[in-house]
């Protein structure tokens, strides 16, 4: 029967060891199952879908006002192309990682891989050290950016409250996130996380051509070098949500077939960003310069009102979908990975939504802090240090001879694949992590100069404030 579990891969030995559907069935409800244990080809896409695409959806009108309509449009294009290029990679690094363990007879059915232990077991401690400071930095501000926009987003239905307040409400609901143990559980999450934000690119979309354009509007962008890279970097932030990559691809019952997930998912999401984005820069120009939440300027109705509530729901699974990685790494810190109690792993995590809950009341700049972490970490964490990581593993010759996955022959065998990976390095070194940290870091310190830290109202109007 243990043979029936254990799948191989003719193609590199690849071991597949994860697959426990039959024990799940056995010792839990199908219906449970259904709903809560997912690890299919699909599962993997609606994760990739439904964590690339969330609050963002909200600022690339902002970013589309500092950049103009075309530089908006080809930078999505090209960043949605290249996000999925280094997802790639990561994924063919993990397959390697895994398999090279799995002939050392590593068992991993109860242990979550994760980006870091990957780095180490092909590269060696300094890369783990670098990749485990950046994944955990960016996805740190990646929850911390959830819960400002969850703050940011029900201020436009209830304003009783301010968003400070509605920061400290929200940080206690993330932290429920605690008792999902990990993607393996977020199946269902994953497909409503998709439909509601769907809705809600739509809704942007026909409610900003229903609305038409404001009197005067105008449309000047790009009208300033900060400007234009800091709306750059806040789209490479858009496409750079593949952090939890080996995360989704742990959960999966086939990881080897995760390859064209990524691409398949971004597809679909430019068909979200690209018509709202463009639709509602369309109707109201150069004042998304001042409204970073694109809800922020479109009238009231009960149709508004649903996209806030679908996108605040949205907006916790996503917390939980950044969140979770850094619950992993902090239980295996304090040795309860293992443990198979949900209550006390959840017990153990709780320590970790607390600084996050701190810096959404620090920096409650939404939007702006877009930028900023996509300059400085989303650069390094999902696109450089994969590509040179792959470029690192792969350079003897025996490596390249005994790799699990070879290189497409449509990019012409390794010197492609080694050409595109030093393009990858050298344009988000230079233009994301060079031009946009100088604009964006300009851009953060300009609205802390402006609103001052814990600011109890971020872009309100003066009188509700």
Not at 70 to 92: P, R
Not at 216 to 231: A, Q, R
Not at 235 to 263: C, D, N, R
Not at 360 to 367: D, L, S
Request: net charge positive; hydrophobic share 50%; with cysteine.
């Amino acid at each position: 029967m243990a043979s029936e579990k254990v799948e191989t891969v003719v193609a590199g030995n690849y071991i597949e060891m994860e697959r426990e559907e039959e024990d799940s069935k056995s010792s839990k409800s199908k219906l449970s199952s259904f709903f809560w244990h997912g690890g299919s080809v699909y599962d993997a896409w609606f994760s990739c879908a439904s964590n690339q695409v969330a609050q963002v959806l909200l600022t690339l009108p902002y970013s589309f006002s500092q950049l103009g309509l075309l530089s908006g449009i080809l930078l999505q294009l090209f960043y949605g192309l290249m996000g999925s290029w280094t997802a790639y990679l990561i994924s063919i690094l993990y397959v390697e990682y895994r398999t090279r363990k799995e002939r050392e007879k590593v068992d991993f059915r109860n242990h979550v891989i994760q980006w870091f232990e990957v780095l180490d077991g092909l590269l060696g401690k300094h890369w783990r050290n670098i990749g485990l400071f950046f994944n955990c930095t960016f996805l740190l501000f990646g929850s911390v950016i959830q819960l400002i926009a969850c703050a940011s987003n029900i201020y436009y239905i209830n304003d009783n409250l301010d968003k400070r307040t509605w920061t400290y409400i929200f940080g206690a609901c993330c932290a429920t996130t605690v008792f999902i143990p990990s993607f393996h559980n977020y199946r269902i999450w994953s497909f409503l996380g998709l439909i509601m934000t769907s809705f809600t690119a739509w809704y942007l979309t026909i409610a900003s051509l229903l609305h038409g354009q404001v009197e005067g509007v105008k449309h000047s962008g790009p009208t300033k070098m900060v400007l234009y890279f800091t709306g750059a970097t806040n789209i490479l932030y858009t496409f750079g949500g593949h952090a939890v990559t080996v995360e989704i691809m742990h959960a999966m019952w086939k990881p080897q077939k995760f390859k064209s997930i990524y691409l398949l998912a971004t597809l679909y999401v430019l068909t979200l960003t690209l018509p709202s984005a463009s639709a509602v820069y369309w109707a109201f120009g150069d004042m998304l310069l001042t409204h970073s939440n694109a809800f922020s300027l479109l009238p009231r109705t009960g149709f508004r009102d649903t996209a806030v509530i679908l996108m605040l729901i949205h907006q916790f699974i996503t917390f939980g979908f950044a969140c979770t990685p850094l619950y992993f790494v902090w239980e295996k810190f304090i040795g309860v990975h293992n443990t198979k109690s949900t209550f006390k792993r959840a017990l153990a995590r709780l320590p970790v939504v607390i600084p996050i809950w701190f810096l959404a009341i620090i920096f409650p700049f939404f939007g702006p802090i877009n930028s900023t972490v996509g300059s400085l970490l989303v650069s390094f964490t999902v696109y450089i240090i994969p590509a040179l990581a792959h470029m690192i593993t792969f350079a003897p010759a025996a490596a390249r001879e005994n790799a699990v996955e070879r290189p497409p022959k449509c990019l012409g065998g390794w010197a492609g694949l080694y050409s595109l990976n030093i393009f990858v390095v050298v344009w988000v070194l230079v233009v994301g992590f060079g031009f946009g940290g100088w604009a964006s870091m300009l851009n953060f310190i300009q609205q802390v100069d402006t609103f001052g830290l814990f600011t109890k109202c971020y872009q309100c109007p003066p009188h509700k404030v």
